[in-house]
Structure formats: C-alpha cells, structure tokens
C-alpha cells in the first residue's frame, strides 16, 4: 500500500512539473511570435538568459498591453506623410539633418497615436514593441544615426527600415498600407 502511495505521488510531481514546464515553454514560444526580432534583441540584452528576457516582455504587455492606439486625422496623416517625403528628399543633401527629423518626427507620431511620449526614446520604444515589434528597430536605427554612430550609408539604412513603422504608425488600422508616396525604391538614394 505505501508503495503505491508513493508511486502515484511521484507520477503526481512528475505531471505537475511536466505542465509547469510546458506551460512555461508555450509562453516563451507565444512571445516569441508577438515579439519576433524583439524576443531575440531581449534575449541577446540578458546574455542569452530566455527567462529574464521573457519575464521582461512580459512587463512590458502587461504594461503597455491595453494601449489603444488613436486615430489621426486625415489632414494630420496627410501632414505626416508630406514631412515624410520632405525628410527622405532632405536625404540628398543632408543626411544626418534628414535622420534627426525622422527621428523626432517617429516620436511625434508615436506620441499622436497615443505611445508613451517621446521624451523617454526606452519607454516609447517598449511600448511601441508591444504592438509593433517587427517595426521598432528601424527607430531604434534611427534613434542611434542621430547620435553620431555611422556613416551616410547606415544612415540611409537606418532611414529605410524606420519607413516600416512610420508606415504602420500613419495607418488608420494595423492591416492597412499608409497613403505616401510609393514609387520610391528600396534601395534608392533617398530612403
């Protein structure tokens, strides 16, 4: 009779943990995929430890989670869009002066949509994860250009995949493409 007390204790523990482990894997594996770039950029900043990384997206939902972006105006985001051409043909003659408005120009839309105000870049970054986590390194790309880190070309890379989030930023829904100027080539001198 202990024998078998103790026999489905142990099978008792060992299910236990089996779900705790599964159900810690399926978490990671969910932020995973909502975070995508974002979960390796948080694993790869706590030296490869998954479990701060995640406890640290987890915040962040949990923070940033409920936000409920604003709409724009259709003369705000027509304003948007125009000051974005303006700063990609600014490109040309001054880049680095292009990049500095791109990046205050990524924080004001963020802010109109209703993003943590861009006064603290790490904060509205970490929301703007949230809910645009394929499209927030590009600012950060910017963010860094602004700061002196690299040349014209970085710069112009930077520029280009910041267009990512402007884009998702300047559309009334997630689904929906940005009314700018598509004739420009990714590759083009001019962002």
Same mark, same amino acid.
């Given at each position: 009779?202990?024998?078998?007390?103790?026999?489905? $204790? !142990?099978?008792?523990?060992? =299910? @236990?943990a089996?779900? %705790?482990? /599964?159900? #810690?894997?399926?978490?990671?594996?969910r932020?995973?995929?909502?975070?995508?770039?974002?979960?390796?950029?948080?694993?790869?900043?706590?030296?490869?430890?998954?479990?701060?990384?995640?406890h640290?997206?987890?915040?962040?939902?949990?923070?940033?989670g409920?936000?409920?972006?604003?709409?724009?105006?259709?003369?705000?985001?027509?304003?948007?869009a125009?000051?974005?051409a303006?700063?990609?043909?600014?490109?040309?003659?001054?880049?680095?002066? $292009? !990049?500095v408005?791109?990046? =205050? @120009?990524?924080?004001? %839309?963020? /802010?109109? #949509?209703?993003?943590?105000?861009?006064?603290s870049?790490?904060?509205?970054?970490?929301?703007?994860?949230?809910?645009?986590?394929?499209?927030?390194?590009?600012?950060?790309?910017?963010?860094?250009?602004?700061?002196?880190?690299?040349?014209?070309?970085?710069?112009?890379?930077?520029l280009?995949?910041?267009?990512?989030?402007?884009?998702?930023?300047?559309?009334?829904?997630?689904?929906?493409?940005?009314?700018?100027d598509?004739?420009?080539?990714k590759?083009?001198?001019?962002?």
């Amino acid at each position: 009779m202990t024998t078998v007390v103790i026999i489905v $204790a !142990v099978v008792l523990v060992a =299910a @236990l943990a089996f779900f %705790l482990l /599964r159900g #810690r894997v399926t978490g990671g594996h969910r932020l995973q995929r909502r975070f995508g770039p974002e979960y390796d950029r948080a694993v790869a900043r706590h030296d490869g430890d998954t479990k701060a990384a995640e406890h640290e997206l987890s915040e962040r939902v949990k923070l940033h989670g409920s936000l409920s972006e604003r709409p724009l105006s259709a003369e705000a985001r027509e304003a948007y869009a125009r000051r974005w051409a303006e700063v990609q043909e600014q490109f040309i003659d001054s880049p680095r002066e $292009a !990049v500095v408005e791109a990046d =205050a @120009l990524l924080a004001q %839309l963020a /802010r109109d #949509r209703g993003f943590p105000d861009g006064e603290s870049f790490e904060e509205q970054t970490a929301a703007l994860s949230v809910h645009h986590a394929h499209q927030v390194d590009g600012y950060r790309r910017v963010h860094t250009a602004v700061r002196g880190q690299g040349g014209t070309e970085e710069m112009r890379k930077a520029l280009i995949e910041s267009r990512a989030l402007f884009d998702v930023l300047l559309a009334d829904a997630p689904d929906e493409p940005a009314p700018t100027d598509r004739h420009e080539t990714k590759g083009s001198a001019t962002a």
